[in-house]
């Protein structure tokens, strides 16, 4: 079985500055990891994935993150917020045996951006 | 840009009554699946579906639940005499392949509502 923490449930920060968003996961197996973004009434969306290669990802609107393995992170990153940045960012695994695609999802991370 | 669409937005029923939340996935995709995230909890997997039939499902998904894909294109879940503890946000989500490096993409959800 998996599962995915998020220690920081709220994430006040000033418009242009960086910010990190934690995820650390438990697994017996390999995994991939995912980062899925939800804006105010809105679906999940994705933002990046990580399968294989490079630790280093990068996705959609300038965010990135990196997993480490040895420390069973994927940590969000983006150098730079605005304020279009408000939303709730999901952290999510799943096994990477072919079949079994269900996403176990950390609970959340709810990104405040401060004019 | 195709996406996933679900109705309604919020339901609200007593508890007993049966609901069903529809979701339109994305035309061409051919899995499916149903999360669900209790107030301020995680998001967690309740079923998957293919071909017609289910794929895999969570211990939460009990003899209440069923899907069901009654015609080409809408995707249900049923919850035959709701609970007190099944208040909770729902989401579908499709994807074009099984396998987990398929991206999966969720609705906006449905808010049920258990009086």
């Known amino acids: 079985a998996q599962s995915v923490t998020q220690l920081d449930s709220q994430v006040p920060v000033f418009e242009e500055a960086p910010v990190e968003l934690r995820c650390n996961y438990s697994?017996?197996?390999?995994?991939?990891l995912f980062w899925y973004v939800q804006y105010p009434n809105q679906g999940l969306q994705l933002l990046l994935k990580?399968?294989?290669?490079?630790?280093l990802v990068k996705g959609i609107n300038g965010f990135e993150a990196e997993f480490n393995k040895s420390q069973t992170s994927f940590h969000l990153r983006k150098p730079s917020v605005h304020i279009s940045d408000t939303a709730e960012y999901f952290c999510?695994?799943?096994?990477?045996?072919?079949?079994?695609?269900?996403?176990?999802f950390g609970t959340g991370t709810r990104l405040t951006i401060i004019p | 840009e195709p996406e996933v669409t679900q109705t309604p937005s919020h339901q609200v029923t007593q508890m007993g009554q049966e609901v069903i939340l529809r979701c339109v996935p994305i035309?061409?995709?051919?899995?499916f699946y149903w999360y669900r995230q209790i107030l301020g909890q995680k998001v967690e997997f309740l079923v998957s579906?293919?071909?017609?039939?289910?794929?895999?499902k969570s211990e939460i998904f009990d003899d209440q639940f069923s899907v069901e894909r009654p015609d080409g294109s809408n995707f249900t879940l049923k919850i035959r005499s709701t609970k007190l503890e099944d208040s909770a946000m729902y989401f579908c989500?499709?994807?074009?392949?099984?396998?987990?490096?398929?991206?999966?993409?969720f609705g906006p959800g449905t808010r049920l509502t258990v009086l």
């Open positions: 989500a499709s994807s074009g392949g099984g396998g987990a490096t398929d991206t999966q993409y």
């Open positions: 697994s017996s197996v390999s995994v991939y």
């Open positions: 990580y399968l294989s290669g490079s630790t």
């Open positions: 999510a695994v799943t096994p990477s045996e072919f079949g079994n695609e269900k996403l176990t």
């Open positions: 035309s061409n995709h051919l899995y």
């Open positions: 579906f293919y071909n017609n039939e289910i794929s895999e």
